[in-house]
């Protein structure tokens, strides 16, 4: 990606405004636990945080601590910068976090386990048990902010550097505790069913239930709570059903694509023989099938093209969510590709990569005591994402995932994440596979399939890789394998095995 001269002036003197704040002795030590040389960021709260503390602050959802951002590594906002700035750092935001700090109660140290960090970051942000008992601190409206309605989830106020003026404290007289015990007969909004959830709204708070699934009679027994302040209204109560809502760029992409026959002339262009498309009346997996080799693998378009996510003129140039790692409208924009096929939505390829994903070990810990741990492959445009393993600090995955490998081919970059289902994943680590060694010997050798079992490359481990021992490429079979076993980088532990296959165009 191009930038221009001005926005790399804008970044780089925003970074160098976080890296003079950081500089600061109170910002020297991780605002939680005093662990030294803290690395990452709570942008909202405005405190600089290590690693560990980082996967719980995640944790806590962004509804708490909204932006957590590596101080090296992620591209900070303005806004972001200009609110750590405002809030003076570690020891301004731990003057209101840390004022009243009961007895009994200590501060996690730099070898404190996850547990106790826990606990504690959840008391001071999420409780604000240690703020003045009369004091929470609320989301308000300051005088940039929009008019429209904030997130529910975003219901935490963005600078607490405003409690001098009093603008983001309220006083309250005491908290209502709302059991949320059972719906009975709720209407139908989906097909027979509904997801139905519930939000509770005092002034300018917000407390939401959890999502329940295909249920008109929902048993929550789900305890929300609300501060109740000195000149308290009504609390609103709204039922809600997670109904999709389209955005003018998903409206616009489906009228541009001009509908099923437009998008079918690309993804169905090359049906081979025997293969059928399957009825109203297929089964599960028949449909499975079909789909994944039509839309993931794209087997049916020319051997040699395929669609990439790529960025529009009107895309944001934030990164999207691991989670929708396929952008509908970019990957989907076939509107100009049925047209003409012009190369900004079709890219030539060399080859596939199948990655076997085959197991982790020793992965980080970012729920209590274990993780949900998956994968995400990405190269240049595409990404890759692997199953979610529930509860599982070692698992075992054998899962093949794919890439295809454009002419201008880069490192495929790897991440481990943890599965959150009410807050932001958490980073478990990554690293960088370099497949240039696996491509030129394939290039070198030619056809495997004239060769006999036997060893053809090698990728070696060094200090500027995350190898834990020399990758070694053999031919196998008649097929080009590599296997890979690395230490994942940037994390506390954790390590993955994998084996690279190279699949030529022609298979």
Known sequence: MSYSAAGQGKNSSGKRRISDLLTQSDNRVCADCSAPDPNWASANIGVFICLKCCGVHRSLGTHISKVVLSVTLDEWSDDEVDSMIEIGGNASANSVYEAFIPDGVSKP???????????????????????????????????????SQQPVKSSFHLLISWWQHLEGMVEFIGLLKVTLKKGTNLAVRDTRTSDSYVVLTLGQQTAKSTVMKSNLNPVWNEE??????????????????????????????????????????IYEAFIPDGVSKPGPDASHDQRMRFIRSKYEHQEYLKPSLRI?????????????????????????????????????????????????????????????????????????QQTAQSTVMKSNLNPVWNEELMLSVPHDYGSVKLQVFDYDTFSADDIMGEAGIDIQPLITSVMAFGDPEMFGDMQIGKWLKSCDNALIEDSIINIVDGKVKQEVHIKLQNVESGELELELQWLPLDQ
Not at 127 to 141: A, D, N, W
Not at 224 to 249: A, F, I, Q, R
Request: net charge neutral; hydrophobic share 30%.
């Open 308 to 380: 990439t996510s790529v960025k529009g003129p009107n895309s944001s140039s934030s990164q999207q969510p691991v989670k929708s790692s396929f952008p509908v409208k970019h990957s989907m924009n076939l509107g100009h590709c049925s047209q003409s096929f012009d190369s900004w939505c079709m890219a030539e390829f060399i080859g596939s990569l199948k990655v076997t994903l085959k197991k982790g070990t020793n992965l980080a810990v970012r729920d209590i005591r274990t993780s949900d741990s998956y994968v995400v492959l990405t190269l240049g």
């Open 224 to 265: 929300l709570m609300l501060s109740v302040p000195h000149d308290y209204g009504s609390v609103k109560l709204v039922l809600s059903v997670t109904l999709d809502e389209w955005s003018d760029d998903e409206v616009d992409s489906m009228i541009e694509i001009g509908g099923n026959a437009s998008a079918n002339s």
């Open 109 to 147: 140290g730099p070898d404190a386990s996850h547990d106790q960090r826990m606990q504690f970051i959840r008391s001071k942000y999420e409780h604000q048990e240690f703020l003045k008992p009369s004091l929470r601190i609320t989301s308000v409206k300051g005088s940039n902010s929009s008019s």
